[in-house]
């Protein structure tokens, strides 16, 4: 927010330092995060005299230059080297002495010094409009009027407008103070409060609005009361448009406005004296002399002021006349409706436009313009009216004509103000400090607030419309702070904690250990985006996916029902730059629709793997990733979350691939797959890639629900047997595992399988596994004898169950 001091300042009651303002400022809220100076002209001319060129002969070396003799004052006589073609005896004309520094119209500021030109000294410089900046021309020197006195500062001769400028760091709830008048507002609360002067921001509201005629009413009604709860409006007819006049043009370029025309210029003036935006109409082109307020049919076309045809949205609020829409309501004006060079009748609105549907429509068409911003924020309803004469009266000076009509001011349903009630004790609580009664009162109204109870503990207000973001006794709260100043709250001697319980603890303690596993392991962590490509997807999938309603992209366009798509276009990317040995691990959510409007998210832990799993070297051959490795991350990583006894399902083929579903006491926790080639191929990929997909969800609430045992270290050793077996070629590691888990055979620790062997001697059906058992007694050392009878057991389930014949 750009704020001119010189401007700020007609509305205060009394002229304050610029730097002190700035304190002021910062102190209530408003960061004052630069401060600077502002010239018309850079520099202000200073130091710059006029000179009478008393002498102007050729250059001995130089054809096209000369040397001059100027005098300066009434005894210094300057010798010059020029090479303006129109510099002559007798001529006023202004002079850079040595010393001096000029601020040319583009490039940096130069410092005069005394500079041999092809051997002839020149002390300074005559000036072009373009070498001090007053002007664009460089075609020759500036030529004053005969009355120009010699030695007298050339500034005084041009009018250089001073000013300083604040930029002020505006939080998004301040749109109260969008404008001069609402910083001044701010600033007399603070005097208020703090030098007791009974401050008041000098309005410019002058009463002095009165129609020279009624030759040009136009009838105003709105059809969408929602998206513009107010709108008015007056004609003044018999206008020229023209140029500002000077001070109206100084006061818009020190904040960085261009001024356009006096119409144009007017209504940006007054946005930014009072915070309301205004638009004026060629009345000429108002059909049938009605203003309606609508929405047209989606894809309407419709030509802005910037010359580009735009397609509507049926969303898009219209000012619209009989036969056509004229402007798109709160954020640019029409190509064929606004002001041009030769309009003579205007049409002045003034309205509220609700905040949500500007900025959706402003956003929809990418025009980001000062009206848009301010509507969107909010702009005070019940000053639509005052301001809108005030503008009415400006033009009339300005650019001349008569105020042809009353003002049409449509108001359905007059918005009630905010009703706010403030106890003592809560004010204490929030501030921190305690308020006199009074003292709370008099900043409310200095502030626009109205007291209309006061009791014994509680004070009620209604706000000011101009402050629609307060609506809780906190915001109350804040502005009482905020003019009190913070630096004057009080810090206690002692503050108490509240330690809070941390929810998220075990979840991220847990995330954090997986992932410190994976990268000691040479895995490397990937973030995908959570939107993707419905085409990945089939249609069962697609009747439950959450879809993107303003997608930015064509390719991105519902939200992910599964983590593999989007990390498989990572994969795919490093697969083409000859990156093919890949272990990628995710944390990341998935999202589902139940129903129309009722969405679940879901947390995954996701591991990828593709190529070698081990790389060729002097001492071992490379080895691919294949199914067992992406079984033996998943149960490793499960293992490490204290799971260790976890079932695999049968393998079940889904759209993607081969599935491997792991449960953990009849839990899904999470599940392994070989992806189809198939769907590999939706992303040219045409190497193996492997899938592991932990869900984080049902593994947190298995984790938090475990219990930590402490053990001793086993004082007495293990003993390991093995045993091969022939079996049928049908029978599966899984079966012989839990048949000899289910024996309950109390002193095994565990199984391990380490082979797996087949050949025509053993039959075309048959098989032979080898399996490792370790037995253990945490009271005493088993003999041969007990772990022979274990093995015999073991044996004999072996025989029973799957007609295994023992390998001797």
Not at 52 to 77: C, F, I, M, R, Y
Not at 440 to 447: F, G, P
Not at 461 to 489: F, M, Q
Not at 728 to 754: C, D, M, P, W
């Amino acid at each position: 927010m750009t704020i001119s001091y010189n401007w700020l300042s007609e509305y205060l009651p009394e002229t304050i330092d610029p730097e002190k303002l700035s304190k002021i400022l910062t102190s209530i809220g408003l960061e004052v995060e630069s401060l600077e100076k502002y010239e018309s002209i850079k520099g202000g001319l200073e130091g710059l005299v006029i000179g009478e060129v008393l002498e102007s002969s050729q250059h001995p070396n130089a054809d096209k230059l000369k040397v001059t003799k100027v005098l300066v004052d009434n005894k210094e006589e300057l010798q010059i080297v020029c090479g303006a073609p129109n510099v002559a005896v007798g001529q006023k004309v202004i002079v850079a002495k040595v010393g001096e520094t000029i601020h040319p119209l583009k490039g940096e500021a130069v410092t005069m010094k005394v500079a041999k030109i092809r051997g002839v000294e020149s002390h300074g410089m005559i000036c072009a409009e373009d070498e001090i900046g007053i002007g664009e021309s460089h075609e020759g020197i500036i030529i004053m009027s005969d009355d120009a006195v010699v030695g007298a500062n050339a500034g005084d001769f041009f009018s250089v407008y001073n000013d300083w400028i604040y930029e002020i760091g505006l939080t998004p709830n301040r749109m109260d103070a969008m404008s001069h008048l609402g910083v001044a507002r701010d600033v007399c609360a603070y005097l208020n409060h703090h030098q007791k002067k009974g401050a008041r921001p000098k309005l410019p509201y002058i009463n002095q609005f009165k129609p020279d005629s009624h030759s040009l009413t136009i009838k105003v009604s709105i059809e969408n009361k929602e998206a513009c709860q107010r709108y008015s409006g007056v004609t003044i007819t018999g206008i020229t448009v023209k140029p500002s006049p000077e001070w109206l043009q100084n006061r818009l370029k020190a904040i960085g406005q261009r001024p356009i025309n006096n119409i144009v210029d007017i209504t940006n003036f007054i946005l930014h004296e009072t915070g309301q935006p205004l638009h004026a109409f060629d009345a000429d082109e108002i059909t049938g002399n009605e203003i309606i307020v609508k929405n047209l049919p989606e894809g309407t076309l419709f030509t802005t002021l910037d010359g580009k045809e735009r397609k509507l949205s049926s969303e898009d609020l219209m000012i619209c006349n009989a036969g056509e829409g004229m402007c798109i309501a709160g954020v640019f004006g029409g190509t064929k409706s606004g002001v041009k060079d030769a309009t003579t009748n205007i049409f002045l609105e003034s309205a509220w436009f609700n905040p949500v549907n500007t900025r959706k429509t402003s956003f929809r068409h990418g025009l980001r313009t000062e009206a848009a911003i301010h509507f969107e924020k909010g702009v005070d309803i019940s000053n639509t009216v005052t301001v809108l004469k005030r503008a009415a009266v400006l033009i009339k000076e300005i650019a001349g004509g008569e105020i042809a009509s009353d003002v049409v001011d449509v108001y359905p349903n007059p918005k009630p103000k905010a009703e706010v009630v403030l106890k003592n004790h809560y004010l204490k609580k929030l501030s921190g400090k305690n308020y006199h009664s009074d003292t709370v009162k008099n900043i409310l109204s200095s502030l626009g607030f109205e007291i209309m109870r006061d009791g014994a503990d509680e004070l009620w207000v209604t706000v000011p419309y101009h402050k629609p973001d307060i609506t809780l006794p906190a915001d109350v709260v804040e502005e009482i702070v905020r003019i009190d100043g913070l630096d004057n709250i009080d810090i206690p001697a002692g503050i108490t904690i509240a330690p809070a319980v941390d929810e998220l603890r075990v979840a991220e303690s847990v995330r954090e250990k997986l992932a410190n596993y994976l990268v000691g392991l040479g895995f490397n962590e990937i973030v995908t985006n959570s939107i993707t490509n419905s085409k990945y997807f089939d249609t069962a999938t697609l009747e439950h996916t959450v879809k993107m309603i303003n997608n930015l992209s064509a390719d991105l366009n519902v939200m992910r029902p599964s983590m593999l798509e989007t990390a498989l276009e990572s994969i795919a990317y490093n697969v083409n730059r000859k990156n093919t040995n890949l272990s990628f691990f995710e944390f990341g959510k998935t999202y589902f629709a139940k129903a129309p409007g009722n969405y679940k998210e879901d947390d995954h832990f996701c591991v990828y793997v593709t190529g070698d799993n081990v790389l060729t070297g002097w001492r071992t051959k490379s080895r691919q990733h294949d199914i067992y490795s992406a079984k033996g991350i998943a149960t490793a990583l499960l293992q490490l979350c204290g799971l260790a006894d976890v079932q695999i399902d049968e393998p079940v083929t889904v759209n993607t691939g081969t599935r491997f579903d792991i449960k953990y006491r009849n839990h899904s926790i999470a599940s392994f797959a070989e992806v189809n080639p198939v769907h590999l191929q939706m992303f040219d990929i045409k190497q193996q890639v492997y899938f592991v997909d932990i869900y984080y969800n049902a593994l947190m609430q298995l984790v938090e629900k475990q219990k930590i045992v402490y053990k001793e270290v086993p004082k007495f050793p293990a003993v390991e047997r093995d045993l091969a077996f022939v079996v049928s070629k049908s029978v599966t590691y899984r079966e012989i595992e839990q048949k000899i888990k289910k024996a309950n055979i109390g002193r095994l620790q565990s199984i391990h399988l380490f082979d797996v062997f087949e050949s025509e001697k053993l039959g075309m059906d048959n098989k032979s596994i080898a399996l490792n058992f370790t037995f253990l007694d945490e009271e005493k050392t088993l003999t041969d004898k007990e772990t022979d009878g274990m093995m015999q057991k073991i044996v004999d389930i072996l025989e029973k169950e799957f007609s295994a014949e023992i390998r001797k």
